[in-house]
């Protein structure tokens, strides 16, 4: 049991890391010339934010918080697919002919 | 806490290492890749492969009995939404005429046109 307390420093400092990185993605979405950029930037914050929940999760030691990262992706997913269908169409419901 | 072996503890530590690892390499990859196209591989691939990793992390924390069954739901769905959704936004970014680099064209168009 020598690494039982090893857990709790090593999941703390994979999340400050995991925010500092969303911080460099927020870079991406601010700069990033074209509007496909940024979806791409803000995907890779979802994904980010998926990976944070799951952290807080094993850091808390509250099972409640995977089911929270399960709802974010599919969030994140949806808006995804919002947005790229929005700048296709012009439109996000396109009625069929 | 819950009361953990020590093979457990370490699986959890690797693979929080390693998820973090690969998260790091696809935000270098989204900032550093020269075109929308390159740097939606970088965030499709190892930053699906760090949250993947992450996602073990937690299954292999909370055991097959309570939180970890959610944890492999979520790695199944990464893997099926993320793909998708790459495909939507390059196929956005094509239509919207972001340019590709060199001799790169849309699969099942021709050089010519």
Not at chain 1, 82 to 92: L, Q, R
Not at chain 2, 68 to 91: C, E, Q
Not at chain 2, 103 to 110: I, L, R
Request: charged share 10%; hydrophobic share 55%.
């Amino acid at each position: 049991m020598a690494a039982d307390g090893l857990i709790e420093p090593v999941v703390n400092a994979a999340i400050v890391l995991v925010a500092l990185l969303n911080l460099l993605c927020g870079y991406r979405a601010v700069r990033g010339p074209t509007v496909p950029d940024r979806v791409v930037a803000l995907d890779a914050i979802a994904t980010n934010v998926v990976a944070i929940a799951v952290l807080f999760a094993i850091k808390t030691d509250r099972p409640l918080f995977v089911t929270v990262s399960l709802v974010l992706a599919i969030i994140a997913f949806l808006s995804t697919v919002a947005v790229a269908k929005f700048v296709t169409e012009g439109d996000i419901i396109v009625t069929q002919e | 806490m819950a009361a953990l072996g020590t093979i457990q503890t370490w699986a959890v530590i690797v693979l929080v290492v390693v998820g973090s690892f690969f998260l790091t390499v696809g935000t270098i990859g989204l900032l550093r890749l020269p075109n929308v196209y390159n740097r939606m591989h970088a965030t499709s691939k190892p930053a699906t492969i760090g949250a993947v990793a992450i996602f073990l992390a937690g299954f292999a924390y909370f055991g097959p009995g309570g939180a970890g069954l959610p944890s492999l739901i979520g790695i199944v769905f990464l893997f099926l939404t993320v793909p998708t959704g790459a495909h939507m936004i390059s196929r956005a970014a094509e239509r919207t005429g972001v340019p590709f680099l060199g001799s790169v064209t849309w699969p099942g168009k021709s050089d010519d046109d």
